[in-house]
C-alpha cells in the first residue's frame, strides 16, 4: 500500500467524485425480460405462463407510467436510487440490526505475528488502533488511494462514512450522521470511544497536533481496563442499540429526557472517530476453523457493542482482533480496504511497534488526559430496559449458527490456470450444493457492485440461472457423459459472468424494479399484480432469497451476516491463491437448514467441477 500510496501522490481519495457518471435507469423492456428469465427455475409451465401474462400486461400498463415517472426522477438526481435505497433495505426496518443487518469479521492477523496468546491484547491493542488511526489521518489528508476497475476511478463516498459515522434510532425510520470531514473541509471528531465491562470512556487521540503513539495508547487502555477489573461493572447502555429500532428510539428519547447531560454523552459517542470494544471472551481459533472467532464478532458482548456504529473494532483477551460495522451506511469493501492496509503494516513490522522509526530509543508517554468516563444518569426503567435488550440479544444471538471452513485443495491460481472466474465457480459450486441437499433450485443474492457510477454502491445479480439449474440436473443425472456436464456447466459459468458484468455497469434489474414499486407507494397507488405474485417472492424478489451471498474479496478479511430470511442461508467467501475460505451462517431454529452440511457440501462440489474441468476432455 505505501507504493501505491506514493504513486497516487498527485491523486486525491475523493477528487473524482464530481466528474463520476450519474447512475442510469435501464430500459423497462430489458428489466422484465431479465426478471422473467429468473423466475424460470422456480416455475412449472403453467405458473410460468400465468407469470409471463402479469409482465405483459405490466409492461404495457402501469409499468410504463411508472417507468416515466422514474426517468423524471432520475433527471433531477445523479443517483435516483440512493435515498430510496438507504431507507427500504436499512433505516426503515425496524428489526434488530446488529444481529440481523450489521456484518462483522475477524482480521487474520493471528495467520501470522499475532497468534492468539492470552495477556497480549492491551499492548497488541495499542499497535491496532494506531494503525487504524494512522488510516485515519491518510483519509483526512485524501491520500487514500482511489479504488480502480482498470483505469476507471470507483465511487468513494462509502469512505466518508468510516470513521464518526452513527446510525440514530428513530420511532418510524432510523438516520445517519457523520461528523467526519477532510482536513480541507475542516474540524472532525479526533477523540474515540472505549467499551469494557458495561462502562463507556472516550480519550483524544491528538496531543500537541500529533498522532498520539501505541505507548500512549497502551496507557490509556491499561487504565480502563484495570479500572474496570478492579470496580463493578457499568449499566451497559450500549446494549440498548442492540434492541429492536423503535424500542431503542423510545428508550433513547426517554433516557434523553432524566438528563440532559445524557443527550452531550451519546452525542460524544455518535462523533467519536470508532468505537472499541474489549471483550472478556478467548475466542478458539486454527488454521483450520474459524468458527468461533468469527461468530463471537458477530454476536459477542451487547454491553460493549455500538451496534449503531459504523466502525467497532472488537478485541478479545487472547489477542485476537475483529470489526462489527451497521452496514446501513458502507459495504464491505471498506473494512476489507482499512483491514488490508492494518494487516500489512502488522505483517510488515512483525507484530511489533518499535521496528517504526518513530520510536527509536523512545517510548516516551507524554503527560496526556487520562480517559474521560461517561456515567449516565439512569433510573429503574432504564436499567430494566437493558436487560430486556439484553435477554432478546442472547437469545437471538444464541440461535445463529455460523461454520467458517477453509478449502485447501486448490484456489485462484488453479480456476484461473482452467480459464474460469474464481468467484464464479464458488457461486455455481453453491447451486450444486444447495440442489444436492433440498432436491430444489435454490434463489440466490450475490452482491454486485455499481461504484462506477455516482454514491454507486449494489445491485442483485441472481445466480441461480436456468443454466445453472440444467447443470445441476445434469450433474445429479447418471446418464450424463462427462462432456455434456462440462459444456452444461461452461454455459452456466458464460451466462454468470455476462448477467455480473450487465449489473455491475447498471443494467440489473432487482433496484429497477423496487424503483418502480417504490413510486406505486408513493403515489399512493394499489401494489403492481407483479409484486404480488407468488412467483415473485418465490424468486427472491422482496428480500425473500434463501442464498444470500457475496464475495468478501482476495485480501486477508472473513465477513459473515445473518441469513436474508429465517429458513435461508448467509454464504460469504474469502478468496486466496491456494485456497478458499467459506463462511456460512443459518438459524438454528429453523429445522431444514444446517451451515455445516452446506459448506462440506461446497467442498465437495469444487472437487467435482475440477474434476470435470480435468477429466471432460480423455
Known amino acids: ?78 443517483n435516483w436510487l440512493e435515498e430510496w435505497w438507504l431507507n427500504f433495505a436499512y433505516l426503515n426496518v425496524r428489526l434488530p440490526s446488529q444481529l440481523n443487518v450489521n456484518f462483522a469479521g475477524p482480521g487474520l492477523y493471528f495467520e501470522h505475528y499475532w497468534p492468539p496468546k492470552e495477556g497480549t491484547h492491551l499492548e497488541r491493542g495499542s499497535i491496532y488502533l494506531w494503525h487504524n488511526l494512522n488510516y485515519w489521518q491518510l483519509l483526512r489528508k485524501e491520500k487514500v488511494p482511489v479504488d480502480k476497475s482498470g483505469n476507471i476511478p470507483l465511487d468513494m463516498n462509502q469512505f466518508r462514512m468510516l470513521f464518526s459515522t452513527c446510525r440514530i434510532p428513530g420511532i418510524s425510520r432510523d438516520s445517519i450522521k457523520s461528523y467526519f470531514k477532510t482536513e480541507s473541509e475542516g474540524h472532525s471528531p479526533t477523540h474515540l470511544t472505549v467499551l469494557c465491562r458495561g462502562r463507556v470512556f472516550v480519550f483524544d487521540t491528538i496531543q500537541e497536533g500529533c498522532l498520539i503513539t501505541p505507548p500512549e495508547i497502551y496507557r490509556q487502555l491499561a487504565y480502563i481496563h484495570k479500572k474496570c477489573h478492579s470496580e463493578p461493572d457499568g449499566p451497559g447502555i450500549a446494549a440498548l442499540t442492540s434492541e429492536e429500532r423503535t424500542q431503542w428510539a423510545k428508550a433513547r428519547e426517554y433516557l434523553i429526557s432524566l438528563d440532559p447531560e445524557n443527550l452531550t454523552m451519546l452525542e460524544k459517542i455518535q462523533s467519536s472517530l470508532l468505537v472499541y470494544s474489549i471483550e472478556d471472551s478467548s475466542p478458539h481459533v ?16 451487547p454491553t460493549v457493542r455500538w451496534g449503531d456504529k459504523s466502525y467497532n473494532l472488537v478485541s478479545f483477551s487472547n489477542g485476537v482482533f475483529g470489526s462489527s460495522c451497521d ?4 459495504d464491505g469493501m471498506v473494512i476489507v480496504n482499512i483491514n488490508h492496509y492494518v494487516d500489512q503494516k502488522i505483517f510488515e513490522n512483525e507484530g511489533r511497534w518499535k521496528s517504526f522509526p518513530y520510536f527509536q530509543g523512545s517510548e516516551k508517554v507524554r503527560d496526556i488526559s487520562l480517559p474521560e468516563e461517561l456515567v449516565f444518569t439512569v433510573d429503574d426503567k432504564i436499567l430494566n430496559d437493558i436487560n430486556q435488550a439484553k435477554a432478546q440479544y442472547l437469545k437471538q444471538a444464541s440461535d445463529l449458527q455460523i461454520v467458517v471452513y477453509p478449502f485447501t485443495s486448490f484456489g485462484k491460481k488453479l480456476t484461473k490456470k482452467k480459464m474460469l472466474h474464481p468467484d464464479t465457480f464458488i457461486q455455481l459450486a453453491l447451486q450444486l450444493a444447495y440442489y444436492r ?74 433496484r429497477h424494479l423496487l424503483g418502480l414499486l417504490l413510486i406505486a407507494k408513493e403515489e399512493g397507488l394499489p401494489v403492481p399484480e407483479l409484486f404480488t405474485d407468488p412467483l415473485f417472492s418465490k424468486s427472491g424478489g422482496g428480500g425473500n432469497f434463501v442464498l444470500s451471498t457475496s464475495l468478501i474479496g482476495y485480501l486477508n478479511m472473513l465477513g459473515v451476516v445473518a441469513p436474508m430470511v429465517h429458513n435461508g442461508y448467509g454464504f460469504f467467501y474469502h478468496i486466496r491463491d491456494d485456497r478458499f475460505v467459506v463462511i456460512c451462517s443459518t438459524w438454528k431454529s429453523c429445522p431444514e437448514t444446517d451451515a455445516e452440511k452446506l459448506v462440506l457440501l461446497v467442498f465437495h462440489a469444487l472437487h467435482d467441477m475440477m474434476q470435470l474441468m480435468n477429466t471432460a476432455h480423455l
Open 1 to 78: 500500500m505505501e507504493n501505491q500510496l506514493a504513486k497516487s501522490a498527485e491523486e486525491r481519495t475523493f477528487q473524482y467524485q464530481d466528474s463520476l457518471p450519474s447512475l442510469p435507469v435501464p430500459s423497462l423492456e430489458e428489466s422484465l425480460k431479465k426478471y422473467l428469465e429468473s423466475v424460470k427455475p422456480f416455475a412449472n409451465k403453467e405458473e410460468y405462463k400465468k407469470t409471463e401474462g402479469i409482465v405483459q400486461k405490466f409492461q404495457d400498463g402501469i409499468g410504463r407510467k411508472l417507468h416515466q415517472k422514474l426517468l423524471e426522477r432520475a433527471k433531477g438526481k445523479r
Open 286 to 301: 486454527t488454521p483450520g476453523n474459524y468458527s468461533q472467532v468469527t461468530a463471537q464478532t458477530l454476536t459477542g458482548d
Open 327 to 330: 452496514h446501513a451506511p458502507l
Open 437 to 510: 441437499l433440498t432436491g430444489c433450485p435454490g434463489s440466490c443474492y450475490e452482491t454486485a457492485m455499481t461504484r462506477y457510477f455516482y454514491h454507486g454502491r449494489t445491485e442483485t445479480m441472481r445466480s441461480c440461472t436456468v443454466e445453472a439449474l440444467r447443470w445441476c440436473q445434469s450433474m445429479q443425472d447418471p446418464s450424463t457423459s462427462f462432456l455434456e456436464q462440462q459444456q452444461k456447466m461452461l454455459q452456466a459459468f458464460t451466462k454468470h459472468n455476462k448477467m455480473m458484468k450487465d449489473c455491475s455497469s447498471g443494467k440489473g434489474f432487482d
